[in-house]
């Protein structure tokens, strides 16, 4: 049974459509990462998971509990991490965590237990006796994590957990979620990329209020394996070559610069078909364009068109540049709309 499934979410604030469309599913012990630019949806579709706002329309369960029907049932299976965490400025930070094991049900026997753990896992044995309002910021945001933590709950939601922290820091909560793994099922937003690289097995990629990739990591990756981007400088301008290049096999992209006589070419790989929600994976493989015959025809035609090539130069595309293709410029939903 998969730990959380979400369908047809939509969200309207008045005018503002945040979400649109929203589906997806998350399998127990898996670890998903939102990734997507500012103002994509993604806290919206995290406070929509966990129950602290009501969608415009759609459903979302987990564990099999419908999140509107069961609360209850829903609230004590999830641990939040808010992108805002209310302040309880005048707690502890160890009264602050007995209070929230208390208010997620934990039984009292086991109070004091998980606050230990919690504390433990997030680091904060040396403040636990300080006002949370005195801490600074990055410690702060760890009592966020730790309050997420303190009721062991199945299901972990963390909107942008690394945020506020600095480097040293980063790298221990992406330990901790590494040690999260497998123990509970995992929803983290972020719009930083290698931080989704590192931690997730699974990345959703929100634009817009819209899916618009949905894959693990080895299989975005992969999607691109085939793509370069090719770079060509010629002494006789490039207009016939533009247009005999355009019409190539594997070529899906052709941006010509100064003058005519430096052309970027990009080919191969499967970026076009990536703009899929839901089922982006299944119809790639059909799409799939070897970029080294793409290449080898480029190198053909700018001599066929006695062009005068000058330089020719090839260049992977990686994860960061699916991302930017994915989340920038036009509503990328059309087949083809990165073309
Ligand atoms: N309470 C609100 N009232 C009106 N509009 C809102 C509200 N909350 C969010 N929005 C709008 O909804 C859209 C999605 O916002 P959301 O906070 O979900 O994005 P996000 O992906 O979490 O962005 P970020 O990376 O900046 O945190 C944005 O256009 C935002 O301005
Ligand atoms: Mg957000």
Do not use: W
Not at 4 to 14: P, R, T
Not at 40 to 52: L, N, P
Not at 96 to 107: I, N, P
Not at 210 to 221: F, H, K, N, P, T
């Amino acid at each position: 049974m998969d730990m959380i499934e979400v369908s047809g979410l939509v969200k309207s604030y008045g005018p503002i459509e945040a979400v649109k469309d929203i589906q997806f599913r998350v399998k127990k012990g898996e670890v998903v990462g939102f990734l997507g630019p500012n103002g994509a949806g993604k806290s919206t579709t995290m406070k929509i998971i966990t129950g602290s706002m009501a969608p415009t329309g759609g459903s979302v369960r987990v564990a099999g509990y419908d999140v509107f029907e069961d609360p209850v049932e829903v609230k004590k299976r999830i641990g939040y991490l808010p992108e805002n965490p209310p302040v309880y400025g005048e707690m502890t930070v160890e009264s602050y965590l007995r209070f929230v094991a208390k208010l997620k049900g934990v039984s009292s026997d086991r109070v004091s237990k998980q606050v230990e753990k919690s504390i433990e896992k997030t680091d904060l044995g040396s403040v636990r006796k300080r006002l949370i309002q005195n801490l600074s910021k990055g410690f702060r945001q760890r009592v966020g994590i730790a309050q997420a933590l303190v009721s062991d709950p199945e299901v972990l939601i963390l909107d942008e957990p690394t945020s506020g922290l600095d480097p040293r820091q980063v790298a221990e909560v992406r330990a901790l979620i590494q040690e999260l793994k497998g123990e509970h099922t995992i929803i983290l937003s972020t719009h930083i990329l290698p931080e989704v690289q590192s931690m997730c097995e699974r990345i959703i990629i929100i634009n817009r209020g819209r899916i618009v990739a949905e894959d693990s990591i080895q299989g975005l990756s992969n999607r691109m394996a085939g793509s370069t981007q090719v770079k060509i400088k010629v002494s006789r301008s490039g207009a016939a070559l533009e247009a005999a290049l355009k019409s190539l096999k594997g070529v899906h992209g052709v941006v010509a610069s100064d003058g005519g006589y430096t052309l970027q070419v990009s080919a191969g790989g499967q970026v076009g078909s990536a703009g899929q929600a839901g089922g982006a994976t299944q119809d790639s493989s059909a799409r799939f364009e070897n970029s080294d015959l793409a290449v080898e025809l480029i190198a053909e035609t700018v001599v066929q068109t006695k062009s005068g090539l000058l330089e020719l130069k090839r260049d992977a595309v990686d994860l960061e540049e699916i991302f930017l293709k994915l989340t920038t410029g036009e509503e990328s939903q059309s087949p083809g709309g990165v073309r």
